[in-house]
């Protein structure tokens, strides 16, 4: 009996080493890439799009079939473009659809 009570306790000195080990693990990765992000900062100026190359439509409910329709026409016309969905978490039902052509 004593064997096993020596046993648990072994395990529980365990788990808290792996659990503190676990713990320097992470915070060494995020000074790492903390560092790793000052660098392009100061290396790399951001990347940004002039507004005039996009154009932001939101479609809904009261959207005008002339939008729509425009729309359905540029893309007919395009050949690269991807699509990112988003569900909302609790009921995963569609929420967003993006299209960027």
């Known amino acids: 009996m004593p064997s096993h009570?020596?046993?648990?306790?072994?395990?529980?000195?365990?788990s808290n080493s792996?659990?503190?080990?676990?713990?320097?693990?992470?915070h060494r990765r995020h000074v790492r890439l903390e560092e790793q992000n000052n660098h392009y900062r100061r290396n790399y100026r951001p990347f940004t799009i002039p507004s005039s190359f996009y154009?932001?439509?939101?479609?809904h409910r009261f959207t005008?079939?002339?939008t729509i329709s425009t729309l359905i026409n540029h893309f007919e016309s395009c050949y690269r473009y991807s699509i990112d969905?988003?569900?909302?978490?609790?009921?995963?039902?569609?929420?967003?659809?993006?299209?960027?052509?």
């Open 55 to 59: 154009n932001i439509v939101h479609v």
């Open 85 to 101: 969905t988003e569900s909302d978490r609790l009921t995963n039902e569609l929420s967003l659809i993006q299209v960027h052509s």
């Open 18 to 26: 792996d659990s503190g080990g676990k713990s320097q693990n992470r």
């Open 64 to 66: 005008s079939i002339d």
């Open 5 to 14: 009570t020596s046993s648990s306790s072994y395990t529980s000195k365990n």
